[in-house]
């Protein structure tokens, strides 16, 4: 009976996660505010920046507000992982443009031997660089050569850290890093801000302005868990992170899941509420009978407000 009862609220969860429609976060939006840096931007470098469908891990948050560059003539804004350049000439949906800091920035570092046509790599048009193992991966699930531009070095060492560099990045690898999140993007925006002798005045905060109402109308939530492929008696941790419209942390919000197993069996529980992080955690027993693909569904709910997301992890031996 409670199996049942359990099915019937999976069921509703799925229907309602079918039903979810998309956020009108950014639709009309001139202005934004960013407290992580207390940073404005706007208008199409606000939209060329929430155009991304990963802006805050590719391109990080603004440091400087928007300037007019004296070399170029050109409106131009830095943040953490970019330098927004706004080109008037240009059609509308391609007057922003990405300053290519990683050509501006690279050294030849030390080489790291790949043989020659490795089943592992590959190489893009244009460039005779092969991109391999996590760091095409990775290149390929953030935007490749559209949003990176194309590889200008290959595997290289750089201060005891392997590095490759692209027209506009550089990828990096973090050994030591949970895994999931081993490889990123190193923060060319402020590199570059140094080495080429920026006004440090940029980064100013700007006083007089007035801030935004901090009022939660979205819940932006991200799911995660501890291991992907794991034992049948083994533990598993899932970690949930909240954030409203504006970014900041959500804390003392509501978070249940439920683990559905591959025979069917089902595992409800209630987790603690958001920290002053936004962060909550649990780890539960797996306690598995076969192996096979374990679905978790998150439900978050902040007052009227509520959301829910799907992940999985497999149950290997």
Known sequence: MIRKIFLVVL????????????????????????????????GELLEFYQSNPFPEFVYGYPFTEAFIDPLTGLRTQ???????????????????VLSPLGAWIYKPGEPVDITPNNPACRVFDGSPIQVCYSFLDFYLEYGGSNQFGLPISGLEIHGNRIMQFFERARIEWYPES???SQITLGNLGEVYFVQSGENDNLREILKDRILPQTDVTELRIHTFLDTAVITRDDTQTIFVTVYDQNLEPVPQAQVTY????????ILSN??????ELGLTKQTFSVNASEQGIVEIYVTVTYINLSRTLQTSFRIWW
């Open 270 to 275: 209630l987790l603690p509420s958001t920290d």
């Open 78 to 96: 830095y943040l953490q992982r970019a330098r927004f350049e706004y080109h008037p000439e240009n059609s509308p949906g391609k007057r922003v």
């Open 178 to 180: 949970r895994p999931g």
């Open 11 to 42: 069921l509703a969860l799925v229907s309602f996660i079918a039903g979810q429609t998309t956020s009108a976060q950014g639709q009309g939006q001139t202005e934004r505010y960013f407290p992580e840096t207390r940073h404005w931007m706007s």
């Open 258 to 265: 439920i683990v559905k197993y591959e025979n069917g069996d």
